[in-house]
């Protein structure tokens, strides 16, 4: 099981504890919101696992690297970074179903250029890493992982 706490900006796997940055506009499930969904989640797509470092991702594919060095030109384009944990609502009408489905928007845990970011709430909905993160998290979990995003653990 993962733990998400978005007050404390952490999630928590067995014995490791990341920092992390949630929505900047807080908790919630709606459609078009930007917020982050709470409650019970599954892990059903872990991409990019084989990429290096600092992969792009743009609708779920690799486009390239985007390094440390090229992070000054961003603007505030929500760059997702190095890996994806796709995530799926378990929980109907609360993060399943009609208007408040995870999946179908687009939910992930992922790398990030934003990094210095990183323990504040800034995404627009998904859960951000950092790059070296994520990929640790990604070699210790599998589909079908449950996690679970609360607003305090």
């Known amino acids: 099981m993962i733990l998400i706490d978005i007050d404390q900006q952490v999630l928590i796997h067995h014995q490791h504890t990341f920092k992390i940055s949630s929505a900047k506009l807080g908790p919630g499930s709606e459609k078009n919101s930007f917020k982050t969904p709470l409650g019970l989640h599954a892990v059903c797509d872990i991409i990019g696992i084989h990429e290096p470092i600092y992969t792009q991702f743009v609708a779920r594919k690799p486009i390239g690297l985007y390094p440390p060095s090229q992070w000054s030109n961003a603007s ?78």
């Open 76 to 153: 505030s384009i929500d760059m997702i970074l190095s890996r994806i944990i796709r995530l799926k609502g378990l929980e109907p009408g609360i993060n399943q179903g009609p208007g408040v489905d995870s999946y179908e928007r687009l939910i992930y845990i992922h790398g990030t250029h934003q990094e210095t970011l990183i323990g504040t709430p800034q995404s627009k909905g998904c859960i951000r890493m950092l790059n070296h993160d994520i990929i640790k998290l990604c070699q210790q979990i599998h589909i079908g992982d449950q996690i679970n995003i609360k607003e305090r653990l």
